[in-house]
């Protein structure tokens, strides 16, 4: 797990590979990392020191074992008994995680989506494992055997997390005869993909579309993958794709008494390069200014990501009749919707990426 450790004046190298150079591990952050009970609370996950502040020397270091698991023990000038952390905690802390696990896809004849049963998602760990890994898989996941009740869809939500209130509600009920809001969501028109929630610091994790009626031509759901279309752009244009993940764009949502705005960028990336989120919403886009030369480049590098996904070789279809379940990843697909014509109901509701992130978690 560590192929070397030597010590330096200002802390200890550790090496993971023969190809590591090492990474230099301070005396300050080994002491705030240490895993011994005096040092870290193994009930709650919390620390029970301050080392933030100056540390004492350090007088001693070995390769030991704690519970029969590989641990780096110290000794410091202030402190009688030593300090630990295990070998386990320092490979993860020091190793790339990558990103939940995803099949970057661009059609749908690459997708193997399963359709689920809302019974065993509900009673068994197993089925709520199925559902959850095709939604961290693809991106989007299909159940059948919806009962058409709001307590249903709400204990849905509560097997991942909970219900997400935002200004359409906790629960929301989605047709084209409802008024309530001024969105195009809530007509029989054309919804080209676009990503919910632009005009929000953190838009909505998760969507669940539950069918409770359907009639009619048309309406059919489009899913885009855009982690698949981030990876090509970066791979074709990373000139484009640095400018789609350092130009923030701005988007409001405007009502009465109610106007909502953010940004961010279109592409959205962690601390070791990986797209985590794709924003594209060109309803709900706001007007930006940016020198000349950036905002033509600007305009040539959001207009190529709302081209691939407009591109219908890209686009999954999938018409949901009463009784079906949809969910889909908000932070990684694209969603829309084919023009309809009849009635076509829903009872749906946000949930928080943290939550379907922590549940996959405690899952594995």
């Known amino acids: 797990m560590v192929l070397r450790i030597d010590p330096r004046p200002d802390g200890l190298m550790v090496a993971l590979h023969p190809n590591d150079r090492g990474t230099v591990l301070s005396w300050r952050w080994l002491r705030d990392h240490g895993e011994d009970p005096e040092t870290f609370n193994h009930e709650t996950g919390q620390r029970r020191i301050d080392a933030l502040g100056p540390v004492s020397a350090v007088t001693g270091w070995k390769l ?13 000038t202030d402190k009688p008994a030593s300090t630990w952390i295990s070998v386990a905690t320092i490979v993860r802390l020091m190793s790339d995680p990558g990103p939940l696990v995803a099949e970057p896809w661009n059609s749908a004849e690459q997708v193997s989506l399963s359709v689920g049963d809302i019974d065993k998602v ?35 939500a509560d097997r991942i997390g909970y219900v997400r209130t935002s200004i359409f509600g906790g629960l929301w009920d989605l047709a084209s005869d409802i008024a309530d809001h001024d969105d195009t969501a809530y007509t029989e028109s054309f919804l080209a993909p676009h ?27 489009i899913i885009v993958d855009g982690f698949a279309i981030a990876g090509q752009i970066r791979s074709d244009r990373p000139d484009l794709f640095e400018t789609l993940t ?59 990501l709302q081209s691939m996904a407009d591109d219908e ?24 919707r084919q023009a309809y014509t009849g009635e076509r109901r829903f009872i749906g509701c946000y949930l928080n990426h943290e939550d379907f992130e922590s549940r996959l978690r405690t899952l594995a």
């Open 122 to 156: 509900l009673g068994t760990s197993a089925g709520l494992t199925e559902w959850l890994n095709d939604l961290a898989t693809w991106g989007v996941a299909k159940l059948s055997g919806f009962d058409g009740s709001s307590d249903q869809a709400i204990a849905l």
């Open 64 to 76: 030991d074992a704690v519970d029969g698991d590989p641990a780096l023990t110290l000794t410091w």
């Open 195 to 221: 990503t919910d929630g632009t005009y929000s610091h953190d838009a909505p994790g998760l969507q669940m579309f539950c069918c409770t009626h359907r009639d009619g031509t048309g309406g059919e759901s």
């Open 313 to 336: 070789s890209r686009w999954l279809s999938i018409r949901l009749e009463a009784g079906d379940v949809l969910i889909n990843d908000n932070w990684r697909v694209l969603h829309g």
């Open 246 to 304: 350092t130009v923030e764009v701005p988007a409001h949502y405007i009502e009465p008494s109610v106007e909502l705005r953010a940004s961010r960028p279109a592409i959205r990336l962690d601390a070791n390069g990986h797209v985590v989120q794709v924003s594209l919403n060109n309803y709900d886009r706001s007007p930006m200014l940016l020198p000349p030369g950036e905002m033509d480049r600007f305009y040539e590098a959001y207009g190529l």
